[in-house]
């Protein structure tokens, strides 16, 4: 069996190497190795890995150049034929290398993705990932549904292999140039580069043999919030614009993120989108030398990636998506896990007030962890585009929203879910169809919210008309100009 080096990029996580790298230490063979990659860090993580830890490999950085870099670097020093990409808040199981090592003797793997849980047993956000598309956005999704990850036993094939929690095949993933820096300090880079795989040809498997367990959001805990919020906005759609199959492909997705913008805008929520995409405009020249030196898949090829997720391979007849007949209140926000204490206090306070069962729009598969979890007595069942879920279009969803038993919608003011915004432009459409009030939870207290506040943030609106007409241009231009670049000057 291959040899494996085992990379960790760390920045300030003197205390997570302290807790989890023992368990690396203890899970590999006398042929592999671990490297450490430090990203600057100013915590005492260089001396204590060199007093405590004298058998790995340190690699010791002046400043932080983010995670794309620091594992492309230790990719690059690793001495064995594999490299097994771990977080430094990574605890995995003594025997989870093997099995993902066994599939290399397939020379068409490119990577295999471990089964990646949290501590208290309910899966992370990168098991079973399949490829979704969604007016034209790309992006993915896995499986949530604890329940039904323990019943997948033998490995499949996924769309996406995570950066942390992954082993690759070293000379492919030095082949595609690794992580694309154009993503850094962190997010997205991971699926930019397996679709990149992909497009080769080659195979990522999800092996549930490897099990890894994994604290989660450590990293951003070093820097405010906020500017991981702005920063994954931005990756997200540099990650879109960078693989749109063609120009009118493009187009469809500047669509949908003109859409968001608006959204923010109406909804008071003016600086997370806003701010993100003039952070994407500074990306411009990467977009076109990065498309004119590396295209994109077809149309063709992108497609033919999509698979149905477990949900969707279940029998029509065998899968229940009840939509509740009941008066309840609604949660006007996305089930995004970051928001996950914000959203339960307001459940809480929501319950004292109404005396009512608090819903929440999600998708089915995460509606048992929502519901353990006390975040939501009932979860409204959307799957956008499924052919099974009965709530399939924001246009069914509103209309559902109107003529049900909805009492009052409730703003959680202090959620930052990236599709917050969307969410509250839904309620105050539904609010005029369906005559339903909405109230804001601030943390503290209940503050009515008019129906027409909308209108008063309209002036915002059309002062950003002019940017959001610049912005199609730019990011149209950065498009068409790599395409006929490349269709000009390659032979």
Not at 203 to 212: A, G, K
Not at 290 to 316: D, I, T
Not at 412 to 433: M, N, Q, R, Y
Not at 462 to 473: E, P, S, V
Request: glycine share 6%; charged share 20%; hydrophobic share 45%.
């Amino acid at each position: 069996m291959k040899a494996a080096s085992v990379v960790i990029a760390n920045w300030n996580g003197k205390h997570l190497l302290e807790q989890f790298l023992p368990s690396v230490v203890d899970a590999i063979r006398e042929c592999d190795e671990i490297i450490v990659v430090d990203n600057g860090s100013t915590d005492g993580s260089v001396e204590f890995l060199r007093s405590r830890f004298p058998q790995v490999r340190l690699i010791t950085l002046p400043r932080n150049y983010g995670f794309s870099i620091a594992n492309n670097l230790g990719a690059l020093m690793a001495k064995n034929e594999i490299i097994v990409l771990l977080n430094n808040d990574m605890k995995p199981e003594k025997d989870f290398l093997e099995p993902m090592l066994e599939h290399f003797d397939d020379p068409d793997v490119f990577a295999v993705g471990a089964k990646l849980l949290r501590f208290d047993g309910s899966p992370d956000f990168t098991n079973l990932a399949r490829l979704v598309v969604s007016g034209g956005v790309i992006f993915g999704t896995s499986e949530l549904d604890g329940n039904r990850l323990k019943l997948v036993k033998k490995p499949e094939e996924q769309f996406h292999a995570p950066g942390g929690g992954s082993a690759f095949d070293r000379k492919k993933f030095l082949a595609l140039g690794g992580f694309d820096p154009l993503f850094s300090p962190a997010y997205f880079e991971d699926m930019d580069l397996s679709l990149r795989a992909l497009q080769k040809g080659w195979r990522i498997i999800y092996e549930p043999r490897s099990v890894i367990w994994h604290l989660s959001a450590q990293t951003g805990r070093v820097k405010p919030r906020w500017f991981f919020e702005l920063v994954s906005y931005r990756n997200f759609w540099l990650y879109n614009f960078l693989n749109a199959p063609n120009f009118l492909w493009a187009g469809w997705q500047i669509s949908n993120l003109l859409r968001l913008l608006v959204a923010e805008a109406l909804c008071g929520r003016f600086l997370t989108y806003h701010i993100s995409t003039m952070l994407l405009l500074s990306k411009w020249w990467g977009i076109v030398k990065r498309r004119f030196v590396n295209p994109p898949m077809n149309a063709e090829q992108l497609v033919g990636l999509l698979k149905p997720s477990a949900e969707e391979k279940q029998e029509p007849n065998k899968q229940t998506y009840p939509l509740p007949d009941r008066p309840f209140v609604l949660l006007l926000s996305p089930a995004y896990e970051g928001d996950k204490h914000v959203l339960k206090e307001a459940t809480t306070a929501a319950r004292r007030r109404w005396n009512l069962p608090v819903a929440i729009i999600a998708r089915p598969s995460q509606a048992t962890n929502l519901k353990r979890d006390g975040i939501a007595d009932i979860v409204i069942p959307f799957l956008l585009g499924s052919p099974h879920a009965p709530l399939r279009s924001f246009a069914q969803l509103a209309s559902w929203l109107a003529k049900s038993n909805c009492q009052a919608f409730v703003i959680p003011s202090k959620a930052h879910s990236p599709s917050k915004g969307k969410f509250i432009l839904l309620g105050f459409v539904t609010s005029l169809w369906g005559k339903k009030p909405i109230w804001e939870w601030t943390g503290t207290g209940w503050k009515r919210y008019p129906t027409l506040i909308a209108i008063s943030r309209l002036p915002f609106l059309f002062t950003a008309l002019f940017f959001y007409f610049l912005l199609t241009i730019a990011l149209l231009s950065s498009v068409l100009i790599s395409d006929l670049a490349r269709l000009t000057l390659k032979p």
